[in-house]
């Protein structure tokens, strides 16, 4: 018994010693802080607080390790890739034996092997897969991803989590995201700050090919892979929607692509480029990983704690023209469909027809990619429906009716859909 207490001591006196450092931080405030308690309300905190960390790959698992090393010690990671050949040069939580394995999984593992103390829970999966509740249980969201989609989708569900009679609902989000040699982190205040959808326009175009050449003259990788997405896939696959996350879509690519490289005696098909093409995945570099999960787990430590002021709230980094940083305050939009509570001008054709608005609004660039099957209504009338059925069938002859006859001039269209979190309002203008 005695053995045991002597053990348990051993055990708190190591627990203690590692966290000094954190404790000196924490016990007196920064130069810029206000009204800050610090010492042990703070520590206790940061031991307490429940972290989601989304993604478990180049810039996720440095973000997992710094938290872990900075004192959190409730991580929880969600991610539904697993390891290939390619990662192991940069996330560094993995290691050959591990190819193939859940990503998320796998890093859960390793740091709670190193970090004792630690409890890290792997989710291995989608985020669209959890639920309000699941979200709603985190103190702050750190998001690692490498696409747009999954943060558009994360931004707009921590937005709806916010109730203005409960202000534990707001959950704080610390985006970081790289681009080779350069990177950005912001933090997000769900219907407080500039959101995510609010800075869409700061997005660069993705890259393109021209038809002609990817058809008839191919000369790199690329062209292989985007004739089996753009041109093969609709062709032979007209049923399925290509699912850039989806395994064996990435493989029937692939295997589609690499037949056309061998005719045109072309090389450099693999899976990595494949996924790269179809995601417009630019290459990672390690270091910048490093820096800009560095400022992510700073600024998660600092709304923990109140012991500094955090990021408001946006941090740029330019690593490819020397080393330059900066910080700037990015406004929220009033017509972010959103956050915002503005409706969008939505450019129409005179002699549209309901159905034509409809293409029109999917076939948009800025529309969300997980608009499916849409439902419009007005403030006086239903426009069309898709559910329930006999909703959907009293509404269906307004597609093919003139637009002017169901839609005035200035007025406001709400277009919602099962797929996603939020509505979209538009006002009509006629050209």
């Known amino acids: 018994m005695a053995d045991v207490e002597l053990q348990l001591q051993d055990a708190d006196r190591k627990h203690s010693a590692r966290w000094t450092y954190l404790k000196?931080?924490?016990?007196?405030?920064?130069?810029?802080?206000?009204?800050?308690d610090g010492g042990d309300t703070a520590f206790d905190f940061v031991q307490a607080a429940k972290i989601l960390v989304i993604g478990a790959g180049g810039l996720g698992c440095e973000i997992l390790k710094n938290l872990a090393l900075s004192g959190f010690t409730d991580l929880h990671v969600i991610d539904m890739d697993t390891i290939d050949t390619s990662n192991l040069n940069r996330q560094f939580l993995f290691r050959p034996a591990d190819i193939g394995k859940s990503k998320a999984e796998t890093a859960a593992a390793f740091v709670m092997n190193r970090v004792q103390g630690v409890q890290v829970t792997p989710f291995h999966g989608r985020v669209?897969?959890?639920?309000?509740?699941?979200?709603?249980?985190?103190?702050?969201?750190?998001?690692?991803?490498?696409?747009?989609?999954?943060?558009?989708?994360?931004?707009?569900?921590?937005?709806?989590?916010?109730?203005?009679?409960?202000?534990?609902?707001?959950?704080?989000?610390?985006?970081?995201?790289?681009?080779?040699?350069?990177?950005?982190?912001?933090?997000?205040?769900?219907?407080?700050?500039?959101?995510?959808?609010?800075?869409?326009?700061?997005?660069?175009?993705?890259?393109?090919?021209?038809?002609?050449?990817?058809?008839?003259?191919?000369?790199?990788?690329e062209h292989?892979?985007?004739?089996?997405?753009?041109?093969?896939?609709?062709?032979?696959?007209?049923?399925?929607?290509?699912?850039?996350?989806?395994?064996?879509?990435?493989?029937?690519?692939?295997?589609?692509?690499?037949?056309?490289?061998?005719?045109?005696?072309?090389?450099?098909?693999?899976?990595?480029?494949?996924?790269g093409v179809v995601k417009n995945i630019i290459p990672a570099v390690a270091s910048t990983n490093a820096v800009i999960a560095a400022s992510c787990c700073n600024e998660a430590l600092k709304i923990a704690t109140s012991s500094n002021p955090y990021l408001d709230n946006y941090m740029m980094f330019t690593g490819n023209d020397s080393v330059y940083t900066y910080t700037f305050q990015h406004e929220r939009r009033p017509d972010c469909p959103v956050c915002g509570n503005l409706p969008t001008d939505l450019a129409c054709q005179a002699t549209w027809?309901?159905?034509?608005?409809?293409?029109?609004?999917?076939?948009?660039?800025?529309?969300?990619?997980?608009?499916?099957?849409?439902?419009?209504?007005?403030?006086?009338?239903?426009?069309?429906?898709?559910?329930?059925?006999p909703l959907e069938q009293a509404t269906r002859p307004n597609l093919k009716k003139p637009l002017k006859e169901l839609v005035s001039e200035g007025e406001e269209v709400a277009v919602t859909s099962a797929t996603l979190r939020y509505t979209l309002n538009f006002r009509v203008r006629y050209l």
């Open 128 to 221: 669209q897969d959890k639920d309000e509740d699941f979200y709603a249980g985190f103190n702050i969201v750190v998001c690692g991803l490498d696409n747009v989609a999954a943060r558009r989708w994360m931004n707009a569900m921590l937005v709806g989590l916010v109730d203005e009679d409960n202000p534990e609902s707001l959950k704080p989000m610390i985006d970081g995201g790289t681009e080779g040699l350069k990177g950005q982190s912001r933090v997000i205040l769900p219907t407080i700050s500039s959101c995510y959808e609010c800075s869409l326009d700061m997005l660069g175009k993705a890259q393109t090919y021209p038809i002609c050449t990817i058809a008839n003259t191919p000369r790199l990788p």
């Open 24 to 36: 000196r931080i924490l016990g007196r405030p920064g130069p810029y802080a206000e009204d800050y």
């Open 353 to 389: 027809t309901l159905q034509d608005m409809i293409d029109g609004i999917l076939a948009a660039p800025d529309t969300p990619a997980d608009l499916q099957s849409p439902s419009l209504r007005t403030g006086e009338r239903n426009l069309y429906l898709q559910a329930p059925p």
């Open 224 to 275: 292989c892979i985007e004739w089996a997405s753009v041109l093969e896939w609709p062709r032979v696959r007209p049923d399925i929607k290509l699912d850039a996350d989806e395994p064996e879509h990435i493989d029937w690519l692939l295997s589609v692509a690499s037949e056309r490289a061998k005719t045109f005696n072309i090389t450099g098909v693999t899976r990595q480029l494949t996924q």
